[in-house]
């Protein structure tokens, strides 16, 4: 029986687009999969910029360290309030997500897009990664890189300073600009981590997915229970079972544009909010 299709919604589209799925001709990727073997996924979310941070918009770029390969974009409608500050930083209002899909739609569209890739976020506290893992019945199985931990290791940065996108493709002096868009913000990230790669196979002999997981701290696991139920979750009525792993809510909204070929000559936007540096703001991680 055929799978029903899928229809996303790009940033400025004016009505759905059935998505184009893309075979992956990749095996799954290892810790001894050579770095030049490997196919990534950058990733980044918008949200509504209030807990419990629903998502607004996904965008992806599956790459490998030639170049792009493929992206997903998407708008998602979560049918929830927008923080005016978060809607001043990414633009997104609730009639541009009129026919965008729900999110566990865009969630799963996003999973096959990312099959067997090592996942790419510039989120040092895992904010992104874990808003697409939420709801899940276990969290994301891919690899995981942090470009903002990567940067501090292979540009020698101070160990307490989280970069900001924009401050990386600066020093590295990349041709994109970071604009508060997920697509844009994906393509920039993926950008910066082809960047470091380069100089860190160079300079620190990296060869495989492993060298570069073992080098990293592990990710963290942050505590994302809003603070009027963890008392709850700490002292739970009697007869009542306690919360474990990480809190679920409802869920988030829909992406921009379907997966589509990589362009041969597309100049990528990109910026990030959170990245230089405030993981707090609205729209972006919670602190």
């Known amino acids: ?30 810790a001894r999969t050579r770095l030049e073997d490997a196919q990534f996924v950058a990733l980044d979310v918008e949200t509504t910029g209030n807990a419990p941070f629903l998502v607004l918009e996904i965008g992806a770029e599956r790459f490998t360290l030639a170049g792009p390969l493929s992206f997903f974009d998407t708008l998602v409608d979560c049918r929830a309030p927008i923080n005016p500050y978060a809607r001043r930083r990414h633009h997104i209002e609730r009639s541009m997500l009129i026919g965008a899909p729900e999110f566990r739609d865009a969630r799963r569209a996003f999973l096959r897009f990312a099959q067997g890739a090592v996942l790419v976020e510039h989120s040092h506290d895992a904010f992104d990664t874990w808003l697409v893992g939420r709801g899940l019945e276990s969290p994301l199985e891919h690899p995981i890189v942090d470009t903002s931990a990567l940067a501090r290791l292979v540009l020698d940065l101070p160990k307490g300073q989280t970069p900001g996108l924009a401050r990386l493709v600066e020093e590295l002096g990349l041709d994109v600009t970071p604009a508060h868009a997920a697509l844009d913000d994906a393509r920039a990230t993926a950008m910066v981590f082809r960047a470091l790669i380069t100089r860190a196979r160079d300079a620190l002999g ?21 603070p009027s139920q963890r008392a709850s979750v700490v ?24 997966t589509s070929p990589a362009p041969n000559a597309r100049r990528g936007r990109s910026s990030r909010r959170r990245r230089s540096g405030s993981s707090g703001s609205p729209g972006g991680s919670p602190a």
């Not at 701290?217 to 809003?226: G, N, Q, S």
Request: hydrophobic fraction near 35%; avoid cysteine; glycine fraction near 8%.
């Open 235 to 258: 002292n739970p009525a009697p007869g009542a079972r306690g919360q474990t792993g990480q809190p679920r809510s409802a869920e988030p909204p829909a992406t921009r544009r379907a």
């Open 1 to 30: 029986m055929p799978s029903k299709t899928v229809f996303l919604k790009p940033r400025g589209a004016v009505e759905p687009v059935p998505w184009e799925e893309i075979a992956v001709d990749a095996p799954e990727v290892g």
């Open 206 to 226: 990296w060869q495989t997915v492993g060298d570069v997981l073992a080098a990293l701290p592990p990710r963290p696991v942050v505590d994302r229970t809003p």
